[in-house]
């Protein structure tokens, strides 16, 4: 499907403020960037560069007074994920050197914490696809998702505490169970199609079979519809805007995602 994806962020900055964002999809095997618009306001000069997981980012110094950022981009992306039912388990000495610090504990994602636990919830299940599977199951069954919930970053032990949070909580929860198996697992930030209420979205893929793959335990069902912006270990790698300085939340901060006509991207 093609999809119309924009953001738009607005600031009320009492100094020049550095920023690093990260606001550009771009192509890959999952989706084509057909176009793009990305408008800053008063006029900065940013400079681009990418990141260690691949992602698009942009820096800055802003001016102080209002200051603007509106982005948009026309996107194909896959109508539905894709499904691999008893993908197998990659083990660690044939998974590729580039996947290998994905099995790593990160900041959010305490996986070496979660050894009993993830093979607690996976017992008798084939390894592979059907664990990750099996865990994004149990997380959407046993952690409450509030989209409106607290925007507090919440460790995997501390979801596992707490039982519920925001779409972020449950997929470093789903993270840290996948490298407790010695699966790798990364976080996704972007947009999702019909997402209700209407956000930023962050789900998670795990590398069996030999390929990455998507769950998202907020979701009754497997969804496309999906857009990526960033990619990362977890949500300290994928934030959409880093501020230096006097951190201020955005005055507005709008999304949107629609539906074009197929072939109409452009």
Wanted: glycine residues 6%; charged residues 20%; hydrophobic residues 40%.
């Amino acid at each position: 499907m093609w999809l119309r994806t924009s953001c738009t962020l607005k600031f009320m900055l009492a100094n020049p403020t550095p920023f690093i964002f990260m606001l550009r999809p771009r192509s890959g095997a999952q989706q084509w960037v057909a176009s793009e618009c990305y408008t800053i306001s008063p006029p900065v000069q940013p400079i681009e560069f990418t990141d260690s997981y691949g992602n698009l980012c942009q820096r800055l110094i802003a001016p102080p007074g209002e200051f603007s950022i509106a982005t948009s981009a026309d996107v194909m992306t896959a109508d539905e994920i894709d499904v691999a039912v008893g993908a197998p388990f990659i083990e660690v000495q044939h998974l590729p050197d580039e996947v290998l610090t994905y099995l790593l504990p990160s900041r959010y994602c305490e996986s070496e914490k979660f050894f009993k636990m993830a093979n607690e919830i996976v017992a008798k299940i084939d390894p592979g696809y059907d664990q990750v599977a099996c865990i994004t199951e149990w997380v959407k069954r046993n952690v409450k998702f509030d989209a409106q919930g607290s925007q507090a970053y919440m460790t995997a032990v501390d979801v596992n505490k707490q039982r519920e949070g925001v779409c972020r909580d449950l997929a470093h929860l789903s993270i840290a169970l996948c490298r407790a198996l010695c699966i790798p697992a990364r976080m996704v930030v972007g947009y999702l199609y019909e997402l209700e209420p209407m956000d930023l979205h962050a789900w998670f893929e795990a590398y069996v079979g030999g390929r990455w793959y998507t769950f998202d335990a907020t979701q009754a069902s497997p969804r496309g519809g999906r857009v990526t912006v960033g990619y990362g270990h977890d949500a300290a790698n994928v934030a959409i805007f880093s501020q230096f300085g006097a951190a201020l939340a955005p005055t507005e901060m709008m999304i949107q995602v629609e539906r074009l006509a197929d072939g109409n991207g452009t």
